[in-house]
């Protein structure tokens, strides 16, 4: 199904020239005013009988040539005013303007010699030599003004046309035909399924080449739909093919509907019915080439919205629905009457509705401009570019860019030019930030700054300290964002920090749902502790690098491996892994352990072992292994644990106390 399919309303073409009752109303008027030239004109002549059986009247015109017969079973009779025949038939023969021959009946003609006019009435029927038949009540002629009407149910047929309306008139100036009371047609082509039009009326002027349904009118064709207060096309000048088609008030157009929608529910309207493509505007202009049949172009104005529900509707899975809006929509078709782009100016929105989805999950992409592109095989939305204030909205987040790209294939909408997200809690820069419209995952690249509110939301962060309103910065050169598991990925010299509080490192991971930050390549962080003393002092700062880093907020606990170094004022130490215990808020440090290869270092002595704990609180230091051992100036301690403070001189070699001679970890507490 493509655009293509709207050329239904070119059947109207076909009922409208088929109908030709504006033809048989031009041949009436000429057959019975070339006799009734003078209000006193009689049809019988002055030695006919007023009352007779079995009338047959012949009509010449000035050149001798046959204008009409009437035959009648009976005349009824003549007054000064009326002549009134029963059972009449009367033949218009083909003049030499090349009007078609025509054949007219009724149960009752009556013709007034006064003011012209002819009245039938009775099983009225109209036939021509093309095959057209007209059926009412009742039929008449006016020669001032000169028309000619039915006031009854009017009936016509022609090849595969069928319809009615409540009342008929033929304005003989201006060529003007006039159906009213409801019309209601219905065309069935020699192949395809038949057109069916309905409106309270309709206007054709031959003479100016156009036809204009009015009030309700409704257009259907299978599965395809066209509805609108008024319809109006215009024809070529041949009269078989179409110019252009404006319909107006209320339109809403069905592009395309699969055939298994039939099987939906019979009480909802065609409009809401699923798997449809459909078009809502107040007007809509279709242009057509000079073939008179293929669509060139379209432009719907006035709140004009093309919905397009996903192709998962015809297979049962999830998919999107797409609405393009705008002021006006500019629809181009290629040759083959195919679409292939659509441009909207003036408040336009891409709007991006999973299936089934809650009103949080909406995508709306607004912009002053939009271009979008279209599969001419399928009918199906490629692309859609937008252009200058451009806006982005899902829920609570909001974006802005000066260009927003969105891709239908991967479900991809690319936000550039200064683009930025930002919702209550954290705020997205970068030179490139990519949504997937699905799964609500997203990718930065390019200068990617992100800035985030520390909450119990934002746990994998806690281990930066600061105050309440101190933000979490990170820059990165990309960052990867998977929605469902809260997964941020920071990827290219990536940093994070909080006040003096940092983090760098090749690779970051945000894991913010399980409470886990991770990092690798190059891990270097500079974290803020409290110092004892005074309150006034300055803080201490510990510069930590290591291979990789792990930290989980549940258990408070920041995890170094691979050539791990701390370095707080002149205390530096080494290890394996290195365990670091931080108190709720990441303010201070609970506990440090070392494992494998652990090694503390002072200006004045070195302390080695396969395992090393520092618990800041006592100032405590114990190192343990095969050989620990403590080096203070000259002298060498050993033993399989070690255990000694920073504030004084006393040590413990495997649970036993002694004294150093030398006290070299006496100043302020590190980590």
């Not at 829920?395 to 930025?420: I, M």
């Not at 343990?624 to 399989?640: F, I, Q, V």
Request: aromatic share 6%; proline share 4%.
């Amino acid at each position: 199904m493509t655009f293509n399919q709207i050329r239904l309303v070119k059947r109207i073409l076909a009922i409208l020239l088929a109908c030709g009752t504006a033809i048989v109303g031009y041949q009436l008027f000429i057959g019975i005013e070339s006799e009734m030239t003078s209000p006193t004109a009689d049809l019988l002549s002055d030695n006919e009988e007023a009352t007779a059986r079995g009338v047959d009247i012949t009509r010449l015109d000035e050149d001798g040539e046959k204008v009409f017969e009437l035959r009648a079973a009976e005349s009824v009779g003549r007054s000064e005013e009326t002549q009134t025949f029963r059972d009449v038939e009367i033949t218009f023969q083909a003049g030499q303007s090349g009007e078609i021959p025509l054949v007219v009946t009724g149960d009752l003609c009556r013709y007034n010699t006064v003011d012209s006019t002819v009245h039938l009435e009775g099983n009225v029927v109209v036939t021509d030599a093309e095959g057209l038949r007209i059926e009412t009540p009742s039929l008449d002629y006016g020669p001032k003004p000169k028309r000619v009407w039915s006031d009854n149910q009017v009936r016509f047929f022609r090849g595969g046309l069928t319809g009615e309306a409540g009342r008929l008139v033929y304005q003989v100036v201006g060529n003007a035909f006039e159906l009213d009371g409801g019309v209601d047609m219905t065309f069935t082509p020699d192949e395809g399924p038949p057109v069916e039009v309905t409106s309270e009326s309709a206007r054709i002027r031959r003479r100016d080449k156009f036809v204009r349904f009015l009030d309700d009118v409704r257009v259907s064709q299978d599965n395809r739909r066209l509805n609108s207060d008024h319809l109006q096309i215009h024809l070529t000048d041949d009269e078989k093919g179409v110019t252009r088609i404006d319909a107006d008030g209320n339109v809403r157009m069905l592009l395309d509907v699969p055939p298994e929608s039939g099987s939906a529910d019979e009480d909802a309207g065609p409009f809401e019915q699923p798997g449809r493509k459909r078009l809502n505007s107040k007007s809509l202009e279709v242009l057509f080439r000079p073939d008179g049949e293929t669509i060139r172009g379209m432009v719907a104005t006035g709140e004009a919205k093309l919905t397009m529900l996903p192709q998962s509707s015809r297979s049962g899975t999830a998919g999107i629905r797409r609405e393009l809006e705008g002021s006006n929509l500019t629809f181009q078709f290629d040759r083959e009457g195919r679409l292939v782009a659509l441009t909207g100016r003036g408040n336009v929105a891409l709007t991006l509705t999973p299936e089934n989805g809650r009103p949080e999950e909406v995508r709306r992409l607004t912009a002053r401009r939009m271009r979008s592109q279209f599969d001419p095989e399928t009918g199906e939305v490629r692309q859609a570019r937008t252009y200058e204030s451009v806006t982005f909205t899902q829920g609570d987040l909001n974006g802005e860019a000066e260009l927003g790209v969105y891709s239908a294939k991967d479900e991809l909408l690319t936000l550039t030019e200064s683009p930025r997200l930002w919702d209550d809690r954290s705020e997205l820069k970068a030179e490139r930030i990519e949504i997937h419209v699905v799964t609500g995952a997203l990718e930065a690249t390019g200068d990617v700054r992100s800035r985030m509110l520390v909450t119990e939301a934002a746990a994998g962060i806690g281990f930066l300290p600061g105050g309440e309103e101190d933000p979490v910065y990170f820059v990165s050169e990309r960052l990867e964002y998977n929605r469902e598991q809260d997964l941020a990925v920071y990827t290219g010299s990536a940093r994070g920090f909080r006040g003096q509080n940092r983090l760098e490192a090749g690779r970051i991971e945000l894991a913010q749902k399980e409470g886990k930050l991770s990092a690798s390549e190059s891990v270097r962080t500079t974290l803020v502790q409290k110092t004892t003393g005074e309150e006034e002092a300055p803080p201490q700062l510990t510069f930590t690098s290591a291979g990789e880093l792990l930290y989980r907020a549940e258990d408070e606990l920041l995890t170094y491996v691979k050539d791990v170094e701390m370095r707080s004022g002149e205390i530096v130490l080494r290890g394996d892994q290195v365990d670091v215990f931080v108190a709720e808020g990441g303010g201070s440090v609970r506990q440090i352990d070392a494992h494998g290869n652990a090694e503390i270092v002072s200006t004045t002595g070195r302390a080695r072992g396969e395992e090393a704990t520092y618990v800041p609180e006592r100032e405590e230091v114990r190192v343990s292994g095969e050989r620990a051992t403590l080096e203070d100036g000259d002298k060498l301690t050993e033993g399989k644990e070690l255990t000694f403070f920073l504030s004084n001189d006393k040590i413990f070699i495997d649970g036993q106390e002694e004294r150093r001679t030398k006290t070299t970890y006496s100043r302020s507490r590190p980590f």
